[in-house]
């Protein structure tokens, strides 16, 4: 993705509060929903994508590898606390909190 695309796609991801759901849907594309909306974040080296996707549209492959459970367990179901560029270069940061009865817990996720 090219730095102009990413600056409009931001404000947009800014306005999202909660982050649902987290899973891998391809070898490089992870599936994001949001409360209002779905976003695949395609991370192929040459030719990145952030895309809106279908709620409907069935996944061809799961995948159960550690690095998926432990993905889906730290931010699935987190609030927002902050997106940004990572000093201001082609690098989205998520700041997200999950909150418990008795503490919370910050992960900071990085596209």
């Not at 404000?11 to 891998?24: N, Y």
């Not at 490089?28 to 695949?40: D, G, P, R, T, W």
């Amino acid at each position: 993705m090219k730095q102009w695309q990413l600056n409009q796609i931001l404000p947009h991801l800014q306005e999202m509060k909660r982050l649902l759901l987290i899973k891998r849907v391809g070898d490089n594309s992870l599936l994001l929903k949001f409360e209002e909306a779905y976003f695949i974040f395609d991370m192929h080296k040459s030719d990145s994508l952030i895309y809106p996707r279908d709620a409907k549209e069935e996944q061809a492959k799961t995948y159960n590898a550690p690095f998926d459970i432990q993905l889906s367990k730290q931010c699935s179901g987190t609030h927002i606390t902050k997106v940004e560029l990572f000093n201001d270069d082609k690098i989205i940061h998520f700041i997200l909190e999950k909150q418990s009865s008795y503490k919370s817990h910050s992960t900071h996720l990085y596209f």
